[in-house]
């Protein structure tokens, strides 16, 4: 067809130049992150176990967990980063509110800390590698966490594929940051070190701890192992232990 012919006659549609506002948003797969979260249960749990607001306006604890799960899912790293979910008309429809500002995520987050905590801390003199205990929030969101493991599990029985065994697979991981109060790791350079130990066979975090960046994999392992085991289901009747430490 001669390039000098009208864009029109070459297509068989009309061009409408007026935005389509109705349905249309950049972050619609975060939809189904949140029909996962909701359907398992999550609201619920967060409910029973993480009474953190003082006031009863503003946002639920649970909605708050769900934004940041959703901006972690795109790729978010920091409460200032809820601006890549925010003036989105169909993604607030769907969630049935406007996600938060970052304000808010920040204060949120701000009450798992507790600052008497921190005092136990011996001098570096004195012991250089020190783990913080959790504080009672942090707690409670590992009472979330097991909820929803025994949750999932449930749901393996319900479609006849009940978990029996479960291999607790538990290490440290690096996570590199340049905030001044993080500590050098052993691969030269500055972060945090928390222990993840994971349901191997059905790919499910069970617990976490916080540490510091100079906490070695190899220091008191058995806090985060506890509450691992803790949070299996009664299904499992075979429970097996991997780690970097040792296997039993």
């Excluded at 050098?184 to 701890?209: F, I, K, N, S, T």
């Amino acid at each position: 067809m001669a390039a000098r012919l009208p864009l029109l006659h070459k297509t068989p549609f009309i061009l409408d130049p007026r935005p389509l506002r109705d349905a249309t948003s950049p972050h619609a797969g975060l939809l189904s992150v949140s029909r996962a979260y909701r359907s398992l249960g999550l609201p619920d749990l967060v409910a029973a176990n993480l009474p953190l607001r003082q006031r009863q306006r503003g946002f639920s604890e649970a909605q708050l967990i769900e934004s940041v799960v959703l901006l972690q899912s795109v790729g978010g790293e920091c409460p200032e980063d809820m601006l890549l979910l925010g003036g989105d008309d169909c993604l607030e429809r769907g969630l049935g509110y406007a996600p938060p500002k970052a304000t808010a995520v920040r204060e949120f987050l701000e009450r798992f800390h507790d600052k008497e905590l921190e005092k136990q801390r011996p001098k570096r003199e004195v012991q250089k590698s020190f783990i913080f205990p959790s504080s009672q929030p942090v707690c409670a969101l590992q009472e979330v966490q097991s909820g929803l493991v025994r949750r999932i599990a449930r749901l393996y029985e319900k479609q006849g594929q009940p978990q029996r065994m479960a291999t607790v697979d538990q290490d440290a991981t690096i996570i590199e940051s340049h905030k001044q109060a993080a500590y050098c790791h052993y691969e030269e350079g500055r972060g945090y070190q928390p222990m993840v130990a994971v349901w191997a066979e059905a790919d499910l975090v069970l617990a976490d701890e916080f540490r510091d960046g100079n906490v070695p994999a190899k220091q008191e392992p058995l806090t985060c192992a506890k509450l691992a085991f803790a949070a299996l289901p009664e299904s499992v009747t075979l429970a097996v232990f991997s780690g970097r430490f040792g296997l039993s």
